[in-house]
Nanobody, 119 residues
Framework: QVQLVESGGGLVQAGGSLRLSCAAS????????MGWFRQAPGKERDFVAS????????YYADSVKGRFTISKDNAKNTVYLQMSSLKPEDTAVYYC????????????WGQGTQVTVSS
């Protein structure tokens, strides 16, 4: 059974940093792309960043480019989202997700972790 477990959320002041982790288990993810999404209250879930397990290629939403960095540790089957220069508008529940490299839809989702940025 595939499990994605996020951790690392919390309360931080504007301008601060947080690192989110997503521990993946239950299958081999070598041909998968891992993504981070976020959903603020009353808004749709938005893409934040993604990374390929196989070649490490990354993509970012324009709103986080230059502030967030996605990375992975293959040995630990863990994906990270380093968030810096946080803004109040980054406040949201952050979700980790996985999809096949050749697919378009994310098949697996974590339970989410809350990030709150105070002004």
């Amino acid at each position: 059974q595939v499990q994605l477990v996020e951790s690392g959320g919390g309360l931080v002041q504007a301008g601060g940093s947080l690192r989110l982790s997503c521990a993946a288990s239950g299958r081999t993810f070598s041909r998968y792309r891992m993504g981070w999404f976020r959903q603020a209250p009353g808004k749709e879930r938005d893409f934040v960043a993604s990374i390929s397990w196989s070649d490490g290629s990354t993509y970012y939403a324009d709103s986080v480019k230059g502030r967030f960095t996605i990375s992975k540790d293959n040995a630990k089957n863990t994906v990270y989202l380093q968030m810096s220069s946080l803004k109040p508008e980054d406040t949201a529940v952050y979700y980790c997700a996985a999809r096949r490299e050749i697919g378009n839809e994310y098949d697996y989702w974590g339970q989410g972790t809350q990030v709150t940025v105070s002004s």
